[in-house]
T-cell receptor, first 112, second 113 residues
Framework: GENVEQHPSTLSVQEGDSAVIKCTYS??????FPWYKQELGKRPQLIID?????GEKKDQRIAVTLNKTAKHFSLHITETQPEDSAVYFC???????????FGKGNQVVVIP | DAMVIQNPRYQVTQFGKPVTLSCSQT?????MYWYQQKSSQAPKLLFH???????NEADTPDNFQSRRPNTSFCFLDIRSPGLGDAAMYLC????????????FGPGTRLTVL
């Protein structure tokens, strides 16, 4: 199976509501979990990351939670705005090193 | 704020005609990566360099090669492009081989006719 699986594939939310994207991973050695945002025609940009020594990290409207036992991590976006519309990729490093395996991406659409 | 630069942004080649994509960086990062991203799919790591050490992914086809003549530049060579190689090719860099943020370039979209 895939190293990193991401659900749902598309998500539409009303402006101001919260959006949650979930990812699961298979490699027990993974200890770094970044989230990238990719707007149409632009490069992926890191928005938040978490290492395995913490369970949660927050940066303004964005938060990530990690459950190492269950091997899943989630991205939470609160008070969504139209500029949050993009494709979001989760990733996990393979074998505890710098090689990243990406999820298939999630298209988030924020409806004004 | 271009820190990872890819040229050209769009490349058209013919089936079987060798093509080279280039990436340069102003960050002085030790590690450079090449990813292939097909439409509506995740970026897939092809290989990476830690300094001059080349690290190939096990499932990267032999058709794909890479060169890194110095810290700033890295090239992706596709020896005999097939229709299935049409994709966005993303270059990325990171400071060290340990866990570190990867900075992506804008990508080169390759079309194979």
């Amino acid at each position: 199976g895939e190293n990193v699986e991401q659900h749902p594939s598309t998500l539409s939310v009303q402006e101001g509501d919260s959006a949650v994207i979930k990812c699961t991973y298979s490699d027990s050695a993974s200890n770094y979990f970044p989230w990238y945002k990719q707007e149409l025609g632009k490069r992926p940009q890191l928005i938040i990351d978490i290492r395995s020594n913490v369970g949660e990290k927050k940066d303004q409207r964005i938060a990530v939670t990690l459950n190492k036992t269950a091997k899943h991590f989630s991205l939470h976006i609160t008070e969504t705005q139209p500029e949050d519309s993009a494709v979001y990729f989760c990733a996990a490093n393979l074998y505890g090193n710098n090689r990243l395996a990406f999820g298939k991406g999630n298209q988030v659409v924020v409806i004004p | 704020d271009a820190m990872v630069i890819q040229n050209p942004r769009y490349q058209v080649t013919q089936f079987g005609k060798p093509v080279t994509l280039s990436c340069s960086q102003t960050l002085n990062h030790n590690v450079m990566y090449w990813y292939q991203q097909k439409s509506s799919q995740a970026p897939k790591l092809l290989f990476h360099y830690y300094d001059k050490d080349f690290n190939n992914e096990a499932d990267t086809p032999d058709n794909f090669q890479s060169r890194r003549p110095n810290t700033s530049f890295c090239f992706l060579d596709i020896r005999s492009p097939g229709l299935g190689d049409a994709a966005m090719y993303l270059c990325a860099t990171s400071r060290e081989s340990s866990i570190d943020e990867q900075f992506f370039g804008p990508g080169t979209r390759l079309t194979v006719l």
